[in-house]
């Protein structure tokens, strides 16, 4: 694993951390398709009310050009809502819930980031 990847692992493991302290369970993470990947899924409440959470996290050694929120563009939005339908196309069970997308801004040091969880970041018809 090369270092940006290495750091990427890292960074991915906090916010996942950060998530199930705050209740969110993971279902998969860093799943790819063609055209693009999801960081982490995770569902957010429990038995009706689940809620689908698809999390694009994104690390910045500092908030110098936007932090990493600013980053989640329209092109990689389209490509995030674009995995998240081929990733519920394949999981039956999770088809019919809600989704919302969350972007999960990290800065600084990747073995003890700074995070803010950014929730509803974006909708898939934005």
Not at 30 to 47: I, K, S, T
Not at 70 to 81: E, F, H, P, Q, T
Request: hydrophobic fraction near 45%.
């Amino acid at each position: 694993m090369n270092g940006r990847r290495a750091v990427g692992a890292e960074v991915e493991r906090a916010a996942c951390a950060h998530l199930e302290a705050a209740g969110l369970r993971l279902v998969a993470a860093n799943v790819g398709y063609r055209g693009g990947e999801l960081d982490l899924v995770m569902l957010d409440g429990d038995g009706p009310a689940r809620t689908v959470v698809f999390v694009e996290v994104r690390h910045r050694r500092s908030s110098a050009f936007g932090g990493g929120a600013a980053s989640v563009d329209a092109g990689k939005r389209r490509r995030l809502v674009l995995a998240a339908q081929q990733f519920l196309a394949g999981h039956r069970a999770l088809r019919d819930l809600p989704c919302r997308f969350d972007v999960v801004a990290a800065e600084g040091d990747p073995a003890a980031p700074r995070l803010d969880w950014l929730r509803d970041a974006f909708r898939a018809d934005d």
